[in-house]
């Protein structure tokens, strides 16, 4: 097994020799990405199914196509994304070509989670990819199976230099984050998150966190329960709420908890059966740590709803808390697990004091009818993002062109899509001018020595002038064209 | 009156959650007040700027007060169009839904300023944090004492004072208010001191906007020798060669070097005339330290141009050094100073394998008609920016992110991409309690089964888009075609109606 400082060396000289550069290249290697996710779908579905008992549909739905989807958005796009972009260019600079140029950073670490072992690793590797960096995946030691998978496919599938996986745990990533990288993009927890960055200093190099954290749920008296209910069910028993946008905990009125609580019995019964444990449909705990660490966490508040659990299997059922203070410690930590504790607020101005006392969270979720108790909410609350009226677990992943990430301590950057795309490149300017005389003679002025009238003339050059800034002016202008083409057509023939 | 670093930030974060800077009206206002200081105190801020660093009034009002005055101005035309949420485009499957970036303010900011652009890198971005929402908190350099007393002063009397604060201090002040928690730290400086403050902010996670430098170096052939004895000299000693961006050293053959040197010469007497420590437009070394600093590197190579200096004045003459090694001193430093070394490259390839083998630094300049070179460079080297065949000007246009990368820095700023450095973007996704949507979506809640499955991954496939960019355009187009006829028509019809008429 090669050490740290062979493999990082390895890909810089592969980043170095340019390989990566041609547009050509990144396209076939995401094209060979496609076929591995393809060709080997039911080994990918045996893993996950292995470390986290992942049924097929959420496997394939939350791992699997999210991650086809990607591949198929920047192979769609690579080129027009790729491209150096002009930019508005003032008085002064109407002589000279000014652009942004798009340069990848050189190798990527991507550090990839267990929740979503397969997704979560290969999915920023594929913004990567797209963008020409040479990318180092160190995928989650704690599920072992999809480590071990992804070490295997990827040397037979994608370029042996410029795309290799690392196995191994805290000590080995420990010795991993001692190399120079030219980005590194970790998921996983906000603790970590420090100890990466703090890594990456050393080398000045910049990093996206996309951290955790706890994603609080508001419902009102105007939400409808039942569909409320079920939404936020769905989000919180997804992965049995190992997800970090997992609806967290609930804050609402004692009258909709009461509703809340009596629906919610119905729906997990319709979902999993009178014996959950027998439900095909209900991921496990990933290991006895977690298994634990959550069972203590039933202590707090009250068991309204669920409770059982069984460390054989590490299995907790959707469990509802209600009676939970907020200075419990199942109020201090991100759940990550299938247990949904319910607080009360009386109202939407308590329910923002409570969320802003503590960190921001990477996700929101807001159940209301109420068009202004919304407004208020989003534009009182920081965070990730938010959701209104649907926990988008699934849905949320699918906006590739709305950014996913966090603020604060759930963390820094955004991707997916062109999100994705655009952490991954250095945005280069370029100003290019040229050797012309009469630019240089308006330019002349700048130098010594020199006096109020070279001054004077310069200002007057370099003042910011509001532009012609109609809007829409190029579509108005096209269709000015249509007119006069038409009219310019119909005239043709009497000159004949 | 020295407070304690926890008083300020706390002011400020009281100041934040009032919710009064989520207001564009009073960000408008502030901007403007901003705009009223600048012009209301040219005159004192040429004059602390001439205290601080011998700044000649070109430099001052052009590089300073003229280019924070620009960026005030534009903010104030765009702040509408910035600070509104976004639309992104969405799926069809999510017509009903409303799909928006909102654009937060981070909440309290600290912006630390340099002292060779004292006032510039000072206050250009704060009127970005400003223009975003932010309260602010701005830490002058302290090497640069007149412009940072003249900031303490100017800044409370103009803006809202909980709001934006100022503080100032040494390394020992900035060192205990780093330890106090902010939502964006901003710093421009050195290398060095950049890690230090991101180590800092890494305790409460705060994300940060690094403007450090580097080696900006250049690489030339033989083109048009005049001009580009003119334009990188002006570069080079536009504030005695203490920009961040100034072109560092020069990579070239040795015959490119003879006839650089000679063209070198004649410009600098043109700029500066037979004695240069005479001309009132050569600024001074900001400190003692740092004039030691530079004497000491004149002993690296052979002097050419220049050499002389005066420690009574801290003034160095623009220099320029030949056969330098790499190893020599002036070599591993940012140089920041009027000393200009050649170091002798054969041509490109040998160029990029020397700049390959440094860190990236924060700007590149090449000096060459030859657009298949240009090309090379610009695709095979990486640095912050590049600018072909002038020194400085990419700086000037606001539309261009202006940024480092690597260890001349992260992130960027400048007109828009200021604005966007102290914004979160928050996505956010609404929909409603429709019941034909929950249908829809209601294939997702369990028990799962193969053909809900496939009924979701069917909904959720990528398909390509219609996506012609100009599909607008193009229908505009078709408009106006459509229209003409239309018209024609209208007016043809009408015609044969007036002749039946007067038939």
């Not at chain 1, 097929?56 to 989807?69: F, G, S």
């Not at chain 1, 795309?421 to 100003?431: G, I, Q, Y």
């Not at chain 2, 083998?357 to 657009?371: A, C, G, I, N």
Request: glycine letters at 6%; a neutral charge; charged letters at 20%.
């Amino acid at each position: 097994m090669a050490g740290p400082s062979e493999i990082v060396g390895k890909a810089r000289r592969a980043f170095r020799s340019g390989r990566t550069l041609p547009l050509s290249f990144r396209e076939a290697q995401l094209k060979q990405f496609l076929a591995m996710i393809e060709e080997n779908k039911q080994d990918i579905l045996d893993a996950l199914s292995y470390d986290l008992h992942k049924s097929k549909q959420e496997a394939i739905l939350l791992e699997v196509q999210i991650i086809t989807k990607e591949v198929h958005e920047m192979l769609n796009n690579l080129r027009v994304w790729a491209q150096p972009e002009d930019v508005e260019k003032g008085l002064a600079n109407a002589m000279d070509k000014a652009k942004i140029y798009k340069d990848p950073y050189g190798v990527v670490l991507v550090i990839g989670p267990w929740n979503y072992p397969v997704q979560l690793a290969l999915l920023p590797a594929i913004g990567a990819i797209a963008a020409g960096n040479c990318v180092i995946i160190k995928p989650s030691e704690v599920t072992a199976a999809c480590a071990a998978l992804i070490a295997r496919l990827v040397p037979n599938y994608l370029d042996k230099e410029c795309c290799q996986v690392v196995l191994g745990g805290v000590t080995e990533t420990t010795e991993l984050l001692k190399e120079r990288f030219d980005y590194i993009f970790y998921t996983g927890s906000t603790n970590v998150g420090k100890i990466v960055r703090a890594a990456a200093n050393q080398h000045l190099t910049p990093v996206t966190l996309e951290l955790g954290g706890k994603s609080p749920v508001y419902i009102d008296e105007t939400a409808n329960i039942e569909m409320t209910v079920k939404r936020v069910l769905w989000g919180k028993c997804v992965n049995a709420g190992q997800t970090c946008i997992a609806p967290d905990y609930i804050l609402c009125p004692t009258s909709v908890q009461d509703k809340f609580v009596a629906k919610a019995k119905t729906v997990l019964q319709e979902w999993y059966g009178d014996n959950m444990k027998n439900s095909p449909d209900l991921c496990r705990i990933v290991s006895d740590t977690h298994y634990k660490r959550l069972v203590q966490l039933l202590r707090n508040g009250k068991v309204a709803v669920g409770g059982e659990t069984d460390p054989k299997e590490k299995f907790i059922a959707p469990t509802i808390l209600t009676d939970v203070k907020s200075t419990d410690p199942i109020m201090q930590e991100e759940i990550f697990g299938p247990i949904l504790p319910i607080l009360n607020v009386d109202d939407v101005t308590q329910a923002i004091e409570f969320i802003n006392s503590r960190e921001h969270p990477l996700a929101f979720y807001i159940f209301t009818n109420n068009k202004k108790v919304m407004e208020k909410l989003i534009n009182n609350v920081s965070c990730g993002g938010i959701s209104c009226n649907e926990p988008s677990c699934m849905l949320h992943n699918q906006f590739d062109t709305l950014p996913f990430g966090g603020v604060g301590h759930s963390g820094m950057g955004a991707y997916h899509g062109i999100h994705s795309f655009n952490t991954f490149v250095h945005r280069k300017s370029c100003l290019i001018r040229d050797f012309n005389s009469i630019a240089e003679r308006l330019a002349s002025s700048r130098y010594p020595p020199y006096s109020e009238k070279k001054l004077n003339f310069i200002s007057f050059l370099l003042e910011k002038r509001k532009g012609l800034n109609v809007p829409y002016f190029s579509h108005l202008m096209v269709f000015a064209l249509g007119v006069a083409a038409t009219i310019g057509f119909k005239a043709l023939p009497k000159f004949f | 009156e020295i407070q304690h670093g926890g008083v300020i930030v706390q002011r400020a974060r009281d100041a934040f959650d009032s919710g009064r800077t989520r207001s564009i009206e009073f960000r408008r206002q502030q901007l403007k007040q901003m705009q009223r200081m600048y012009e209301e105190n040219t005159t004192e801020m040429v004059e602390a700027l001439a205290k601080d660093l011998r700044k000649s009034k070109q430099e001052a009002v052009l590089f300073e007060i003229q280019f924070l005055i620009n960026e005030v101005t534009h903010m104030l035309h765009k702040l509408d169009e910035w600070a509104a949420p976004e639309k992104p485009p969405k799926p069809l499957v999510n017509a009903m839904d409303e799909v928006v970036i909102h654009k937060d303010p981070y909440g309290v900011v600290l912006i630390i300023g340099a002292w060779n652009y004292p006032l510039q890198l000072t206050l250009l971005p704060v009127s970005g944090a400003i223009a975003a929402g932010n309260c602010v908190i701005i830490k002058p350099s302290e090497v640069a004492t007149e412009t940072a007393k003249l900031i303490a002063e100017l800044v409370p009397r103009y803006l809202d004072q909980e709001c934006y604060q100022v503080v100032l201090g040494g390394v020992m002040e900035t060192t205990e208010l780093l330890k106090e928690r902010f939502d964006y730290i901003f710093y421009t400086g050195s290398t060095n001191v950049g890690k230090i403050v991101r180590a800092a902010a890494n305790q409460h996670l705060t994300p940060v906007t690094l403007e450090l430098g580097g080696k900006s170096l250049y690489y030339q052939d033989a083109s048009d020798m005049e001009m580009t004895a003119r334009r990188v000299m002006w570069g080079k000693c536009a504030n005695s060669g203490q920009t961040c961006i100034a072109p560092d050293y020069i990579l070239c053959s040795k015959q490119v070097e003879r006839e650089f040197v000679e063209n070198a010469k004649k410009v600098l007497k043109e700029f500066y005339g037979e004695n240069p420590k005479n001309s009132p437009d050569l600024c001074r070394i900001v400190s003692d330290r740092h004039f030691q600093r530079l004497v000491g590197l004149l002993k690296c190579g052979t002097v050419v141009v220049g050499g002389e200096s005066d420690p009574t004045d801290k003034f160095i003459a623009p220099t320029i050094l030949v056969d330098v090694k790499t190893t020599d001193p002036v070599m591993q430093e940012e140089i920041f100073g009027p000393i200009l070394p050649i170091v002798n490259v054969e041509n490109a390839f040998d160029a990029i394998k020397f700049i390959r083998s440094r860190p990236h630094p924060l700007t590149m300049y090449v000096f060459t008609k030859d657009k298949s070179i240009q090309d090379l460079l610009i695709t095979h080297l990486r640095s912050g920016s590049v600018c072909m065949n002038d020194t400085l000007m990419q700086f000037c246009v606001d539309t261009l992110p202006f940024g480092g990368v690597g260890h001349s820095g992260m992130g960027a700023y400048h007109g828009i991409h200021s604005f966007n450095t102290f914004v979160h973007r928050k996505s956010c996704l609404v929909k409603d309690f429709n019941p034909i949507a929950e249908k829809l979506a209601s294939k997702r809640y369990p028990p799962y089964s193969e053909k809900n499955m496939n009924f979701i991954k069917f909904m959720m496939k990528k398909r390509r888009g219609i996506s012609m960019p100009y599909l607008p355009h193009l229908l505009m187009f078709v408009l106006g075609a459509a229209v003409a006829v239309g018209l024609t028509a209208i007016v043809t019809a009408n015609g044969h109606y007036g002749d039946d008429k007067s038939n």
